[in-house]
């Protein structure tokens, strides 16, 4: 179905003007500024719009009218009020009132009227992708994105264009895999740092070390007291000996004195140098004691000296090496974690792999061979053969927007265009070329010199 020409009466500041419609391709309202272009193209979406705006009606005119007739003598007609609501009415090729809603009638004619290649072409990328994405409509469900991710969302995370859904799983699974990643490296190094500091021994070995010394300072000790009790009895019974021995021969010089009192001085000087001989021969059966007691014990306190510096060592060791294993374990756990976490982001880097190859997938579907819409950076773009669209030569910039029309084209496929000029000589050449090739219609506005002219 393609529009043979439009009729428009007292809209904006045309009077009356015809607009005869190339069957295909570009027809061309140029001229210079202020000459009724704009005015043109703004009577004929009045047409397709829903809503009421009495400022399209020519100063003066107490009504204005856009008529639109379609190759088959269908006719389009809105006719605008000053006073009242505007009037839409459609009759068929045989004249007669369409019985379907002239609303409806307008709607299943031009579902996606408002594709405009130039606005397509001079968009930013967030909204072009979105015009392309809105042609070709892709689903995805919480199931589909479960089978491939493993991760349980909503029917209301799965709104929206596919390929935008599974850019946005897509990014919160990057974002979790790289927390994930962080948290596995800190733990790594953190299990790896304690091991590195922990000292070289062998608990085992140390400990068995460490219980033979205490079993060998407790036997000298054992041998110190034996020896005391020893060297003490033999002094004692020694002590006894000569007490006992000096005590009868006191008591015989007592008997001595008693018989012979003459000699009691003799006998007395006697009894005191034989007393302090006594006392003298104890202090060095004592001393002799004593230096027996040394000399053996001081090899000994040689060894519990040094058993106590290596105890003291070994209880130092044994008590780093406890402390060690608890650190031990420490690091085994967070190696393990760190295990868990690299299985978590290796399983994420799955899923983020098998979005990618789902959204490959669906692009397929997009009927322009090479098109792809990439997320590189904070907004999503289009990519043709991996170059961005704004790097594309206009030609190619053209052919695009060209193709994304035709997608977006419903029964009446009539393409209104503004601000033309935007594209050069060359370019715009291009765009005829091209948009004859695609069997649209294009209802074009173009600034040039001159009056205006419809070509």
């Known amino acids: 179905m393609k529009v043979t020409h439009l009729k428009i009466k007292n809209i904006l500041g045309i009077e009356e003007a015809e607009i005869v419609m190339n069957p295909t391709g570009v027809t061309c309202i140029s001229g210079s500024n202020g000459s009724g272009k704009t005015s043109r193209l703004e009577a004929v979406k009045s047409l397709f719009d829903g809503g009421y705006d009495a400022t399209l009606i020519r100063n003066g005119a107490e009504s204005g009218e856009v008529v639109m007739v379609l190759d088959d003598n ?34 299943m004619l031009v579902d996606n009227f408002s594709v405009d290649p130039v606005r397509f072409m001079l968009a930013k990328p967030k ?25 349980v969302v909503t029917e209301d995370d799965c709104e929206g264009h596919a390929l935008q859904v599974l850019d946005t799983i897509r990014t919160q699974i990057y974002n979790e ?10 733990k790594q190094k953190y299990a790896e740092g304690i091991l590195k500091d922990l000292p070289e021994q062998d608990a085992d070995v140390v400990s068995n070390e460490l219980t033979q010394k205490y079993e060998r ?58 007393k302090a001989g006594v006392e003298n021969q104890i202090l060095q059966a004592r001393q002799k004691a004593n230096d027996l ?26 008590s780093e090496l406890e402390r060690g294993s608890a650190l031990r374990e420490t690091s085994r756990k967070n190696a393990e974690e760190a295990d868990l976490l690299k299985q978590q982001s290796s399983d994420l880097t799955k899923a983020i792999q098998e979005i990618d190859k789902l959204k490959a997938d669906l692009a397929n579907q997009i009927p322009i061979p090479g098109l792809q819409v990439i ?10 053969d991996g170059v961005p669209f704004d790097r594309l030569n206009k030609a190619s910039q053209v052919n695009i927007a060209l193709r994304v029309a035709k997608l977006r084209a419903g029964d009446l496929p009539l393409i ?26 294009f209802l074009v506005t173009r600034v040039t010199d001159g009056p205006l002219r419809v070509n």
């Open 74 to 107: 269908t006719k389009i007609r809105k006719t605008l009020k000053v006073n009242g609501r505007p009037d839409l009415k459609v009759s068929g090729p045989d004249g007669l009132k369409s019985k379907i809603p002239p609303k409806t009638f307008l709607d």
């Open 127 to 151: 909204e072009r992708v979105e015009i392309l994405l809105q042609a070709v409509p892709l689903k995805v469900t919480p199931d589909h994105i479960k089978a491939i991710t493993g991760k």
């Open 177 to 186: 895999r790289t927390g994930i990643n962080s948290r596995a490296e800190e």
């Open 217 to 274: 300072q407790t036997e000298i000790i054992q041998v110190l007291e034996k020896l005391k009790d020893e060297i003490g009895t033999t002094l004692e019974s020694e002590k006894k000996d000569i007490e006992e021995s000096a005590t009868r021969h006191i008591e015989s010089l007592d008997e001595q004195i008693a018989g012979l009192q003459q000699k009691i001085n003799a006998l007395q000087l006697d009894r005191q140098t034989r």
């Open 293 to 318: 007691f040394a000399a053996r014990k001081q090899p000994l306190d040689e060894e519990i000296a040094t058993l106590a510096s290596t105890i003291a060592r070994l209880e130092q060791v044994s």
């Open 375 to 384: 997320n590189e950076g904070k907004q999503p773009d289009l990519f043709m």
């Open 416 to 441: 209104l265009m503004d601000n033309a000029e935007c594209l050069d000589r060359e370019s715009f050449a291009a765009f005829e070329a091209a948009a004859k090739e695609t069997g649209l219609q």
